[in-house]
């Protein structure tokens, strides 16, 4: 075989290669030049409105209480005993009926009257036999022994 016979051969062989990917392809499907009408989009849904809690209730006893607490807090004692002392804190929860007496006799006892605020302090061990006062608070010096007499006749 000569020079050109090779090159032939090559050729050929390289045409066919070359030619055989073309005939497994398949004709690109024909797009049309204009758009076809697409039905119209629903509008998408808003998204609700968020969900915003409601403010917790607070009962008529747990208001009265702290507005009692406050004027306790503010140093207007006898208002606070006023307060405290209303139907409103002595028809609501226990829990609150006890807190109330506390600080009623915590008034008592701040304005120099030890028997109110040991009667008081009665009141509150009646409503709960385990109350107690915190740590800061059994030891004032002013109803600390009060407290510790209305726990002794418990």
């Not at 290669?17 to 808003?46: D, F, H, I, V, W």
């Not at 509150?124 to 006749?153: C, I, N, R």
Request: net charge positive; with cysteine.
């Amino acid at each position: 075989m000569n020079r050109s016979q090779h090159f032939l051969i090559f050729a050929a062989v390289a045409g066919g290669l070359a030619l055989s990917g073309c005939a497994t392809t398949e004709p690109q499907p024909k797009t049309s030049a204009t758009p076809r009408p697409t039905a119209p989009r629903p509008p998408t849904p808003r998204p609700p409105p968020p969900v915003v809690p409601s403010a917790p209730t607070v009962s008529a006893d747990q208001v009265a209480l702290n507005e009692g607490i406050e004027l306790y807090n503010q140093g207007s004692y006898n208002e606070a005993i006023k307060r405290l002392g209303a139907a409103d804190v002595a028809a609501g929860s226990k829990a609150n009926q006890v807190t109330a007496h506390k600080y009623i006799a915590f008034s008592y006892c701040v304005t120099s009257r030890p028997a109110p605020c040991r009667q008081h302090f009665e009141k509150a061990f009646k409503l709960d036999p385990a109350f107690a006062l915190a740590p800061g608070e059994s030891g004032h010096p002013l109803w600390g022994p009060v407290f510790a007499k209305a726990k002794k006749t418990k």
